[in-house]
């Protein structure tokens, strides 16, 4: 099924849930780090963590997991 899903362009990224956007936004702002802080931190683009905290980021289940597991240091 993925497979004709992928041949007819039905594919779509999963975004990333509201709330977890917000709250990555608030774990980061209580640490008093800007978006530029927080991605110089982990090495990836401002853009990322700005898409992320919007809602507008594909799912990156890899990348919200390294941002979680600085922001709960």
């Known amino acids: 099924k993925m497979e004709k ?6 594919m779509r990224k999963e975004k990333i849930d509201k709330d ?3 709250s ?3 774990k980061r702002q209580s640490k008093g780090l ?3 802080d ?3 931190k982990l090495n990836i683009p401002v853009k990322t963590i700005n898409e ?9 289940t890899q990348i919200i997991n390294r941002i979680n597991r600085y922001l709960n240091k």
Not at 5 to 10: A, D, H, L, T, V
Not at 52 to 60: A, F, H, V
């Open 5 to 10: 899903n992928i041949e007819n362009g039905n």
């Open 20 to 22: 977890k956007s917000l």
């Open 24 to 26: 990555i936004q608030q």
């Open 34 to 36: 800007t978006q530029k």
């Open 38 to 40: 927080l991605a110089n």
């Open 52 to 60: 992320i905290e919007s809602g507008k980021g594909n799912k990156n």
